[in-house]
T-cell receptor, first 111, second 113 residues
């Protein structure tokens, strides 16, 4: 069964810093990988979707990379802002539209 | 992407009662919907896959008689938590899928007292 792990579990950085969130998965036979943001008590906001054939995707200050063979993805956030404070989840998609979610990284950006 | 709504957004009920949560796909014909559960400070865990016009498929460890799922139309799936107990208190999120890209509802916070 697919296992998705995110490191670190929590991260606190001063405003303006660049940061990297890590996601690893055990089964490389995935269709895609998606990064989500979740604010406390709220649902999920999709940030970036990387297809299995792609290496990276960018949206604004966010850049996500995928190395399927090694089972890793990173989410890079440039020039962090207090509004970026949230929990970030990665999820991998498998046959049958099943998603396996990571354990999440709780990010706090200090003004 | 698809727009998904859930109702209610939060609910408090007494132990032993049943609670129904609705998931609606507003602009997408969803033959399949997914139900997830998230306990505090934990990630989302898939509970069941809801199939329009047929029985839901439950993940291992999820009691199908406790979590009743009905997917009667292409735009509506319901999750009923029967005889709820405090340990059922959680955040329930549904999603609809399109070509391996899922769109999530805003979630329902259930608190059982």
């Amino acid at each position: 069964k697919q296992e998705v792990t995110q490191i670190p579990a929590a991260l606190s950085v001063p405003e303006g810093e660049n940061l990297v969130l890590n996601c690893s998965f055990t089964d490389s036979a995935i269709y895609n990988l998606q990064w989500f943001r979740q604010d406390p008590g709220k649902g999920l906001t999709s940030l970036l979707l990387i297809q299995s054939s792609q290496r990276e995707q960018t949206s604004g200050r966010l850049n996500a990379s995928l190395d399927k063979s090694s089972g890793r993805s990173t989410l890079y956030i440039a020039a962090s802002q207090p509004g970026d404070s949230a929990t970030y989840l990665c999820a991998v998609a498998h046959t049958g539209n099943q998603f396996y979610f990571g354990t999440g990284t709780s990010l706090t950006v200090i003004p | 992407g698809a727009v998904v709504s859930q109702h209610p957004s939060w609910v408090i009920c007494k132990s032993g009662t049943s609670v129904k949560i609705e998931c609606r796909s507003l602009d997408f014909q969803a033959t399949t919907m997914f139900w997830y559960r998230q306990f505090p400070k934990q990630s989302l865990m898939l509970m069941a896959t809801s199939n329009e016009g047929s029985k839901a498929t439950y993940e291992q460890g999820v009691e199908k008689d406790k979590f009743l799922i009905n997917h009667a139309s292409l735009t509506l799936s319901t999750l009923t938590v029967t005889s709820a107990h405090p340990e059922d208190s959680s955040f329930y999120i549904c999603s609809v899928g399109e070509l391996y890209e899922q769109y999530f509802g805003p979630g329902t916070r259930l608190t059982v007292t």
